[in-house]
């Protein structure tokens, strides 16, 4: 059975950190680009990070840049987005998705969601103190 999974969702105070892996089952994930979404109550899902496979390119969303950080371990075939300094807008379900469309992310236009093939069931993030 093809599926992602995704795993290190929490609770975290503000400020503090998490990191979220991405990781498949029944494919690999080494020839797909990677992108991170994320859908707060009563939001529409949107992209926050991407990174393609083939010139280690990275997009990051204006509202997690220099917060977060996105990275494939190709020995491990898992993808991590590293967040830090998490605050109250970053609240959500985290879905990871691959697309087999792209081998680089070096825009917006690579976060386009109808692109992607398969998609994780999502792990929640919670900031609370």
């Known amino acids: 059975q093809v599926q992602l999974v995704e795993s290190g969702g929490g609770l975290v105070q503000p400020g503090g950190s998490l990191r979220l892996s991405c990781a498949a089952h029944?494919?690999?994930?080494?020839?797909?680009?990677i992108g991170w979404f994320r859908q707060a109550p009563g939001k529409e899902r949107e992209g926050v990070s991407g990174?393609?496979?083939?010139?280690?390119?990275?997009y990051y969303a204006d509202s997690v840049k220099g917060r977060f950080t996105i990275a494939r371990d190709n020995a491990k075939h898992i993808v991590y987005l590293h967040m830090n300094s998490l605050n109250p807008e970053d609240p959500a379900v985290y879905y990871c998705?691959?697309?087999?469309?792209?081998?680089?992310?070096?825009?917006?236009?690579?976060?386009?969601?109808?692109?992607?093939?398969?998609w994780g069931q999502g792990t929640r993030v919670t900031v609370a103190s």
């Open positions: 029944g494919f690999t994930l080494d020839y797909y680009a």
């Open positions: 990174v393609g496979y083939s010139d280690g390119s990275t």
């Open positions: 998705a691959a697309n087999s469309m792209r081998s680089s992310v070096a825009s917006s236009q690579a976060m386009a969601q109808h692109e992607y093939n398969y």
